[in-house]
């Protein structure tokens, strides 16, 4: 997988701006490539506003046309019917409720999608993304699957990443002008990529989330105050954390786990002390018990010399 690429052609959108559809843009610049965006919900409508602002023509569609007139305010062209949305240029953005909308709205503009790329930005399955990546493929629309890491103020921000996947060659043809947006990472030409990563990194965010609430609430007890926890532990995170999972990679990869740094026997010890702590304090423990379980299980199972990859296994089934 390629990295992120860190090239703003068109120079990232201010992400105060683009969040306000409302704001006024400069005039379009006709030698920027022109985009237009179907769907004006929160992040559409952010979308939108960040091709305005780095001077794309960009044309809007929603279905509840009041949505379009803070951009069309602002310069955008705003129209009437997903035909003439679809026909306006060779960039379609798409941000609808879900896959089975995005169709409906597409419905019956299949001869004019020839020659053109649908990037779709809706929230799905990979399932239904390869699903739709073969339906553009029949009507000659080269099919971009997209998600958004970052919610709608951080469009066009530092912190911004899009993950794509799909056609070969359409995202290096509007990298200029979807850099915008945020840094890209480029999956590859399976469709469902995207969505699967997607999925996968929220559940990595909901899991490190919870870990640090379950932290903020044990030092919390003690009357340690969250902001001055939380320093310490992103510092952790980043560093010792980050480096068991760059070194576990490769163990789950080839699914041999040698326990050089840290057996389960003793990562087991330390999650009774954590357990301890949390029944002592009167915190919830229903994380941890959860995670002394899992490497339970894998000990009794004959792996308690492996290191804590070896639960990959048990994950996996």
């Known amino acids: 997988m390629p990295p992120l690429n860190p090239a703003r052609a068109a120079g990232p959108a201010d992400p105060a701006r683009a969040a306000d559809p409302a704001r006024a843009a400069g005039p379009a610049d006709p030698a920027r490539e022109p985009v237009t965006v179907l769907g004006l919900g929160a992040m559409g409508s952010v979308l939108a506003a960040a091709f305005l602002a780095a001077g794309h023509p960009t044309t809007v569609w929603n279905r509840s046309a009041a ?19 679809v026909a306006a240029g060779p960039l ?48 000659g629309l080269a099919y971009l699957d997209g998600a958004i890491m970052i919610t709608p103020p951080g469009i066009g921000g530092p912190d911004a990443t899009l993950l794509y996947s799909g056609a070969p060659g359409a995202l290096a043809r509007h990298r200029d002008t979807l850099a915008v947006l945020g840094d890209q990472v480029d999956l590859g030409p399976d469709a469902g990529l995207a969505g699967l990563y997607d999925t996968a990194l929220l559940g990595l965010m909901w899991s490190s989330l919870s870990g640090w609430l379950q932290g903020v609430a044990l030092v919390g007890a003690d009357g340690v105050r969250a902001a ?42 330390a999650m009774e002390h954590l357990l301890h702590a949390a029944r002592a304090r009167g915190v919830d423990t229903a994380l941890p018990e959860l995670l002394a379980r899992q490497t339970e299980q894998a000990i009794e199972a004959g792996h308690g010399a492996d290191s804590y990859a070896r639960l990959i296994e048990g994950i996996r089934k």
């Open 67 to 85: 949505k379009a007139e803070p951009l069309a305010a602002r310069g955008a062209v705003r129209v009437a019917t997903p035909a003439e949305a």
């Open 92 to 139: 379609i953005v798409a941000c609808v409720l879900d896959y089975d909308a995005l169709r409906a709205v597409l419905a019956g503009t299949e001869a004019l999608l020839p020659g053109r790329t649908l990037v779709n930005l809706t929230s799905g399955s990979p399932e239904q993304a390869r699903e739709l990546a073969g339906w553009a493929a029949e009507h």
């Open 228 to 269: 001055d926890f939380t320093p310490v532990a992103t510092r952790w995170l980043a560093g010792a954390v980050a480096g068991f999972i760059g070194r576990y990679a490769a163990q789950a990869d080839a699914g041999a786990y040698p326990g050089d740094d840290a057996s389960l026997t003793v990562h087991l010890a």
